[in-house]
């Protein structure tokens, strides 16, 4: 592995790898070295979870980094080339981290590089690294990945991280559940994938139905910012509410996911429930990342 780009790279065996890693590393059984290491955070894009929890990552495994929020203090604004940028960048940093609103910018990153890229978020194609803290997170609630039921619901089609999940899960026989306003629905390639593997996936309109099937309840956000039309995402913003009065006849091991941040889709009453775990979600970030960086840098 010498990038993080899509989930489509890696399998079962290094997914469960890396969450082995994660959990030894957040154990403390073993603590990797990364003080003779330097990372560049690149975030071309806004991030709060990712950014700041890649850096707590580096800096409590005794690492430096480096970072960009925004083009506005970059020679980017001068007119450089997005791989000029990173080349420069490579001169100085051991590995990259990157989040770009380009679909494919971590994968060119990767092509033109010889340091480790991982990707943190490129446009509305994947978010892997979240994929893994998603993963790290199941497991932790449920106690498995195997034979879940498992409803995404929102966004499905700009929501970056319902793609690398989906994609992530496809070798622990998931039963799916589908939930999205008409134009938000999940991508036709995923779809494809999906029949090809012959995973069970039903695409619902009314959520009550399902709740009560559910380990898992995967919340999106509307994506308003990737909404060439203000009046469109009017229209569909607040398509899938949960409150704490939707969850009376949830499973007990039932927990509500999501990759924040949250606008309205998720009612504050649902953080009092023992069934909110996305604050949760973002801590487990860290070591997930810890391990990834790890890998990577081939300390473990
Ligand atoms: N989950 C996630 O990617 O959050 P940020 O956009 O805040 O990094």
Known sequence: MKHFISMRDIGKQEILELLALAEKIETGKIKPDLSPYLGALLFFEP???????????????????????????TSVK?????????????????????????????????????????????????????????????RKTQGTLENLHIALI???????????????????????????????????YIIDELKEKNIPFYEVEDI???????????????????????EDYEKVKDAYIITAGLLENVKPNFKVLHPLPRVNEITTDVDKTPYAYYFQQAKNGVPVRQAIITKLLQLA
Request: hydrophobic fraction near 40%.
């Open 154 to 188: 929102g966004d499905l089609r700009l929501g970056r991280t319902v793609h690398s999940l989906v994609q992530a899960l496809h070798e622990f026989n998931p039963t799916f559940y589908f939930a999205a306003p008409r134009h938000l629905k999940m991508p036709a």
């Open 208 to 230: 009550k139905e399902i709740l009560p099937k559910l380990d898992i309840l995967y919340v999106t956000r509307i994506q308003k910012e990737r909404f060439a039309v203000l």
């Open 78 to 138: 001068k007119g450089e080339t997005l791989a000029d940028t990173l080349k420069t960048i490579s001169q100085y940093a051991d590995y990259i981290v990157m989040r770009h609103s380009i679909e494919g910018a971590a994968r060119f990153a990767s092509e033109i590089l010889e340091i480790p890229v991982i990707n943190a978020g490129d446009g509305t194609n994947q978010h892997p690294t979240q994929a893994m803290l998603d993963l790290y997170s199941i």
């Open 47 to 73: 991030s709060t979870r990712t950014h700041f929890s890649f850096d707590t990552a580096i800096k409590k495994l005794n690492g430096k980094s480096f970072s960009i929020s925004g083009t506005g203090s």
